[in-house]
Every structure is written in structure tokens, then in C-alpha cells.
């Protein structure tokens, strides 16, 4: 059984939020997929785990186990906010980073991993990254609010993988 460690989910969280949490798409439906996409990218590249937390499938996409209680306590810490707004006549729970994010347990190719995801999912809203995350294949082969197994992301097709060797062959 993977245990998660909460440490790094707590300072994976609060360097998203510090990254994006501002921008006005941005709510707790999308830090969910920025949180997945980190964790399983990561994973995907390195075959080991950032923070091991688990992913329930649900029907917007995957959610982690373990995000409400870290955002209780980044809130409690005074490191983030939450703030209830509306974007586009739907209410948005908001976070924002009133601190600059505790990295220390982060290596450098973790953070990296964090980085290049969030570049690369910023500018989606809640729709577009649920749709994303409906196309990989850990979410697609998942049951219904079950857990999401790691080993799927390499079953990924070339829309969500990130594997850098993914069609390379020897010459």
C-alpha cells in the first residue's frame, strides 16, 4: 500500500496555487488536474512516485484523497486563502497564496515536473481540463470513484504522455 506523503502534497499544493491560483479560471476543479497531471507525469517519467497521493475517478475527473485536509492546513498555516467568487454565473472556490511556497522537500527534476505541467495546463479552464483528463487512459480505465492506479499512465496514448521516449526507436 503507497503511502502519501503529505509534506510534498502540502508543498506541491501551495506552489501550484502560487503559480496559478490567481488566474480567474482557476478554481478547485483545476487545481485538482494540476495536482493529478504533476503526480502521474511524474510518475510516468520517473517510475517512481512525487507525492503517492491517491486519485479517486469522479465524474469531472480525478480528484485527490487528501486535498481538503492540506488545504485546511495551508490556510490554518496563513500560507494561502480561500475565496468563494463566480466565474462566468458558476461559484469558484478560489485559493490564493499569501506566501512564497516551502520547497525544500522538492528535488530539483520534481520541480521541474511541476513546472512543465503547469505550463503546459495553465490557460485551461474547469471544462478543458476535465475534458483533458477524460483522455487519459489511468482516469478512462478507472471504475467509478475508485481509486486510479499508477501503473495505467503507461498505457497513455500520445495526448497525455510525456515520456520523452515514447516513439523513439534504434537506428
Not at 15 to 37: Q, R, S
Not at 66 to 80: C, H, R, V
Not at 119 to 139: G, V
Amino acid at each position: 500500500m503507497m503511502q502519501t506523503n503529505i509534506v510534498k502534497l502540502e508543498q506541491v499544493l501551495h506552489y501550484i496555487i502560487n503559480e496559478v491560483g490567481a488566474m480567474p479560471h482557476v478554481g478547485k476543479t483545476v487545481l485538482y488536474k494540476h495536482l493529478y497531471f504533476c503526480d502521474f507525469n511524474y510518475y510516468e517519467i520517473y517510475e517512481e512516485h512525487l507525492t503517492g497521493e491517491e486519485y479517486f475517478k469522479l465524474p469531472l475527473g480525478p480528484a485527490p484523497k487528501n486535498f481538503d485536509k492540506i488545504i485546511t492546513k495551508l490556510i490554518e498555516d496563513g500560507k494561502i486563502e480561500k475565496i468563494d467568487s463566480d466565474y462566468f454565473g458558476h461559484p469558484q472556490e478560489k485559493y490564493l497564496s499569501l506566501k512564497k511556497p516551502d520547497v525544500s522537500c522538492l528535488e530539483g527534476k520534481e520541480l521541474k515536473v511541476i513546472e512543465d505541467t503547469i505550463k503546459e495546463l495553465k490557460y485551461l479552464n474547469a471544462s478543458q481540463i476535465s475534458a483533458f483528463s477524460h483522455e487519459d487512459i489511468p482516469w478512462k480505465a478507472t471504475d467509478d470513484k475508485e481509486i486510479i492506479e499508477y501503473n495505467l499512465v503507461f498505457y497513455r496514448s500520445d495526448l497525455t504522455s510525456v515520456r520523452e521516449d515514447k516513439n523513439e526507436t534504434c537506428d
